[in-house]
């Protein structure tokens, strides 16, 4: 007699343990900006399936998925890694078409990596690798809640800040969410310290910072018990835009033209916070809030929460330039 396959069953909707509903901040009003540059032509990307040779002379691996911008289907002009044009002159290679009209596009893009480990926590842990492993963690709790995922990095690999925004762009993702830890908080505090930020010149902006920031929240909460007077945060901790002398003060929300959120959910710097991350199974909680929120975004129902008014920050040291080694086959 043959066998018989049980019904599939759905997978349930990775949804942000419910602690409190919302975290106020209705009264807080964003600036508007207009967006400085123009779009980009919507020309999707390339993923390398094999071996690519470049016009340079260069050859790539496979897994990697690189922005068009030119060229032909055959023959496509990309930006690399570095940041660099490049046209793809023969290999393995596939076209990544942009959303489609009410397709679920999301990009994941783990923060710094390569030569940019991030903040670092005392344990020598660089935020980098957290970073990696929580955005491949909510890839995964994404899985068959939205159409499509692609991630900016895959490895610990130097990623350009023009590359992941152009990445986004090229693919028009419904929502890019950037994941970072953070470092260097104002002091002390009774509540997770998490924030989020995004675009003035982004209309879907504000909600998106306040779903996400919401959704961590959520999930962070359940945690407090286990670090009781452990937490630290900023003084203005919650879902947040910052200014700079150009618009926006990050690069990514400034360029980008896609609905972008800068997630900084825990402080790697605080070695209770540190612990925390470094767990395998907080990693996959907070993973599942963060999916959870992207989900909420998506259906357009959950208008969010928790935003602040930004206190004055400095600029930030000036810094040098940051090496960057493209990847090779």
């Given at each position: 007699m043959?066998?018989?396959s049980p019904t599939p069953q759905p997978k349930?909707?990775?949804t942000p343990t419910l602690v409190l509903a919302t975290y106020g901040g209705d009264d807080v009003a964003w600036p508007n900006l207009k967006h400085p540059i123009p779009a980009p032509p919507t020309l999707g990307a390339i993923l390398t399936t094999g071996r690519v040779m470049l016009d340079s002379g260069r050859a790539f691996p496979a897994g990697l998925s690189l922005p068009r911008i030119g060229g032909t289907a055959t023959s496509p002009l990309v930006l690399t890694p570095c940041n660099h044009r490049v046209r793809i002159t023969g290999g393995a290679f596939r076209a990544v078409a942009p959303a489609a009209p009410g397709e679920t596009l999301v990009v994941l893009d783990p923060g710094h990596g390569g030569h940019e480990p991030g903040a670092v926590a005392k344990d020598g842990t660089r935020e980098a690798t957290r970073n990696?492993?929580?955005?491949?963690a909510v890839r995964d709790a994404l899985d068959g809640h939205v159409d499509r995922v692609v991630l900016t990095r895959t490895m610990d690999r130097d990623t350009s800040l023009a590359f992941r925004v152009a990445l986004a762009d090229a693919l028009r993702a419904g929502l890019t969410v950037s994941l970072h830890l953070n470092a260097v908080p104002d002091g002390p505090s009774d509540h997770p310290g998490t924030s989020t930020f995004a675009s003035l010149a982004e209309k879907n902006g504000r909600r998106a910072a306040g779903v996400l920031f919401q959704a961590e929240r959520r999930y962070l909460e359940t945690l407090t018990p286990e670090l009781r007077g452990k937490w630290v945060a900023n003084r203005d901790a919650g879902a947040l835009y910052r200014i700079g002398s150009r618009g926006d003060f990050y690069y990514q929300l400034r360029n980008s033209h896609v609905p972008w959120v800068i997630s900084e959910a825990l402080y790697i710097s605080n070695p209770a916070e540190a612990a925390l991350?470094?767990?395998p199974d907080v990693r996959a909680g907070l993973a599942h809030a963060i999916a959870g929120g992207i989900v909420e975004y998506f259906g357009?129902?959950?208008?969010?929460?928790?935003?602040r008014r930004p206190l004055p920050r400095p600029s930030g040291p000036a810094g040098g330039e940051i090496p960057c080694a493209e990847p090779s086959a």
């Open positions: 043959p066998s018989v349930p909707t990775p990696l492993q929580l955005s491949l991350i470094a767990r357009a129902k959950d208008p969010g929460s928790g935003w």
